[in-house]
C-alpha cells in the first residue's frame, strides 16, 4: 500500500504539465467504429487467418480543462478460423473485449486534432476463457466527429493485434 501511495504522489506532479485547454468542448463523447484487425496471436493456432474485422464502441468523458478524458471501450473482434474452398463453408472466432481508455488530446476541438492514449481491460475468448490485455493506440480526429485510429492490443497468453478504425464520434464538439 505504501509503495501505491509512493507512485501516486511521484506521479502527481506530472499531471501540471498538462496544457491548460484554451478551447472549451463538450463533456460526454459517444463514438461508434468500424475497421480492420491484423493478428498476430499465441493463443490460437498460428496457422489460422491473421486478418479480420473489428466494430467497437467508445463512451468517453472530457475534463473541464484538461485536454484529457477518460471512457469504457467495448469492442468486438471476428476472424476466419477455417476456410474450405469446396461448398464455400466457414468458421469463424470471435472475440470480444472490455477496457477502460484514457487519452490525451492535442489541439483538441479544432479542424483536426490528434490523440494519444492507452486503453486496460480484458478479453474473452469463447465464453469461460478471460485474459487481460493492454492497449496503447494514436489517432486523429477531423472536424470533431471523423475518427481515425491504430492501437496495438497485447496481453500475456492473449491475442495481440492491431487495430486499424475509422469512425464517427457524436459530441465532443466545441461549446457555442
Known amino acids: ?17 498538462a496544457q491548460r485547454q484554451r478551447v472549451e468542448v463538450q463533456r460526454i463523447e459517444w463514438s461508434m467504429n468500424f475497421g480492420a484487425s491484423f493478428f498476430r496471436d499465441r493463443f490460437y493456432d498460428s496457422r ?26 467495448l469492442s468486438y473482434d471476428r476472424r476466419i478460423t477455417e476456410y474450405r474452398n469446396e461448398y464455400y463453408s466457414v468458421s469463424w472466432n470471435d472475440n470480444a473485449t472490455f477496457m477502460a481508455v484514457s ?45 481515425v485510429t491504430a492501437a496495438y492490443q497485447a496481453g500475456v497468453g492473449a491475442k495481440q493485434n492491431l487495430n486499424i478504425t475509422l469512425g464517427l464520434v457524436i459530441g465532443g464538439y466545441r461549446k457555442r
Open 103 to 147: 487519452d490525451y488530446n492535442f489541439r483538441r476541438g479544432r479542424a483536426v486534432s490528434c490523440f494519444a492514449g492507452v486503453g486496460v481491460g480484458f478479453t474473452t475468448y469463447g465464453q469461460d476463457e478471460h485474459k487481460f490485455c493492454v492497449m496503447p493506440r494514436v489517432g486523429m480526429e477531423f472536424l470533431n466527429f471523423l475518427r
Open 48 to 73: 489460422v487467418n491473421d486478418k479480420g474485422y473489428l466494430l467497437d464502441t467508445e463512451l468517453r468523458y472530457n475534463f473541464h480543462q484538461l485536454p484529457m478524458d477518460v471512457g469504457l471501450m
Open 1 to 17: 500500500m505504501k509503495r501505491l501511495l509512493f507512485v501516486l504522489f511521484a506521479l502527481l506532479p506530472m499531471c501540471s504539465f
